[in-house]
């Protein structure tokens, strides 16, 4: 396999591994989504919050979620743009663009926060698991 080949099959299964982690996160399975971290993955979604450990990504998404109790929406993350850059250690740093769709009874689906996202991907027992997450919304960093 050449380089360009062994790029591309990084580059189809790290997109596999978006859509299957988005979809447990959609689906609120916060503990199969903190399961696609590492035991000791941060997690900032929300600023000011880190989420450290899977038990704490649990708790944070659980708290995170709480505000939607009463309300019926349907919550999609779409991921695209990634850039994925092997590192020295073998990690992958990726860095993406993210949007939420908030659709809600009887109502046109909205855009929720368009966001720039980095994350450094690892390898445990041949499969990738999120080492670290960082979100950052595009409205706040047009206030700097």
């Known amino acids: 396999?050449?380089?360009t080949q062994d790029l591309t099959a990084l580059y189809a299964e790290i997109q596999h591994f978006?859509?299957?982690q988005?979809?447990?996160m959609d689906?609120?399975?916060f503990e199969a989504f903190a399961a696609t971290f590492t035991e000791d993955g941060e997690f900032s979604h929300t600023p000011g919050q880190l989420a450290r450990t899977r038990a704490g990504i649990v708790a944070e998404l659980r708290e995170f979620?709480?505000?939607f109790a009463q309300d019926p929406v349907v919550r999609r993350h779409w991921f695209n743009m990634i850039?994925?850059?092997p590192q020295p250690d073998g990690s992958v740093r990726t860095t993406y663009y993210a949007q939420v769709i908030n659709t809600r009874p009887g109502a046109d689906a909205q855009v929720g926060p368009s966001c720039v996202v980095t994350d450094v991907l690892v390898r445990a027992?041949?499969?990738l698991l999120n080492q670290s997450r960082q979100v950052r919304q595009d409205r706040l960093l047009l206030a700097h």
Do not use: K, N, P
């Open 1 to 3: 396999m050449t380089a």
């Open 83 to 85: 850039v994925a850059e």
């Open 125 to 127: 027992d041949g499969a």
């Open 18 to 20: 978006y859509a299957r």
């Open 22 to 24: 988005m979809q447990l």
């Open 65 to 67: 979620h709480r505000r």
């Open 27 to 29: 689906g609120r399975d």
